[in-house]
């Protein structure tokens, strides 16, 4: 069996091992592959991994041998799963594997907005606190989160570990999401009070027709004054230009996202010149822990598809 990984890098820079995948059958690994080489690279697979590289119908048209096409991430935009149905080709993504991870990540970013570690440690080591009149020293507000209201929009997996998180820290916790959701251990709001009462608004949801764009500048207007912004979800789900006037009007009191519109993130975009932003290049997901697991998951859902049973399959 021939097993093609499109782009093994960003999962794998070789801090891993591969042999997972590698006892299945012949392993063929690049670490990127551009859109144009995409149809060729596929051409005598069986299976195909692929985390970024679009698959799209003109790219299955010639892989005729192909019969699964593992995601190494969760998100399926990647691959058009249309077309690879109407092939009989089974898609499979890898759900869960990094929410730990993320949430982590969240709070990393809440607190580097509250106490403003990076800020003060830069200027200890220039200096400042030695020099300082004062046994300490701050630069700016600090802020303590235990009596704030934590919103997270998008009750999942995820949405609820971060709102456990924030209880966590003395935080109330409230919850907006289209599905059911039992397990949040927050109250269930409707959205537009989520707006109105987070002093932290979390975003936790899919980009989706329903959820593109839906921080814009109708919806900012309706959060509370000098509240606070995360996205460790999708960028797609806010209106960039308008989340960086938010913050130049001092609406938002700050952003702090893992995610952007395109990523790699565009050197035009109005959030890199904005004031009070706090960008990562989508890192939540990266802990060698988490991408180890995440390879693992995804070799058991090859050795599953094999043996006639496929999990987690989303087309």
Not at 18 to 46: H, K, M, N
Not at 56 to 79: H, K, P, Q, S, Y
Not at 82 to 111: E, K, M, W
């Amino acid at each position: 069996m021939q097993i093609v990984v499109l782009d093994g890098h960003a999962v794998n820079p070789g801090d891993l091992s591969w042999d997972c995948l590698r006892e299945f059958g012949t392993l063929s690994v690049y670490d990127r592959t551009p859109p144009e080489f995409a149809a060729q690279r596929l051409i005598g697979a069986d299976v195909a991994f692929v985390c970024k590289t679009v698959i799209d119908e003109a790219a299955l048209a010639r892989a005729r041998n192909l019969r699964m096409i593992g995601l190494l991430c969760t998100g399926t935009d990647a691959v058009d799963l249309a077309a690879a149905a109407r092939r009989g080709i089974v898609v499979c993504n890898v759900p869960s594997y990094s929410t730990d991870a993320v949430v982590q990540h969240t709070f990393a970013l809440l607190l580097e907005v509250c106490s403003l570690v990076s800020l003060h440690n830069r200027e200890v080591h220039r200096g400042r606190w030695t020099h300082s009149p004062d046994f300490c020293f701050w630069d700016a507000p600090l802020i303590e989160l235990s009596g704030k209201t934590f919103g997270v929009l998008g009750c999942g997996q995820i949405g609820c570990r971060a709102a456990g998180a924030a209880m966590a820290f003395g935080m109330r916790a409230i919850g907006f999401s289209r599905g059911e959701h039992p397990a949040f251990p927050g109250e269930r709001v409707p959205f537009e009070t989520l707006l109105a009462e987070s002093d932290v608004l979390s975003l936790h949801c899919p980009a989706t027709e329903q959820t593109r764009g839906v921080i814009n500048a109708a919806s900012l207007a309706r959060m509370k004054e000098g509240a606070i912004l995360l996205n460790t979800a999708r960028g797609a789900l806010c209106v960039s230009q308008d989340v960086a006037d938010a913050l130049e009007s001092g609406r938002l009191r700050a952003y702090a996202a893992d995610v952007a519109a395109r990523e790699p993130i565009l050197r035009s975009d109005p959030l890199l010149e904005a004031s009070n932003c706090i960008l990562t290049p989508h890192i939540a997901w990266a802990p060698r822990e988490t991408r180890q697991r995440l390879l693992r998951l995804a070799a058991e859902n090859l050795r599953a598809f094999l043996n006639g049973t496929p999990v987690n399959r989303v087309n």
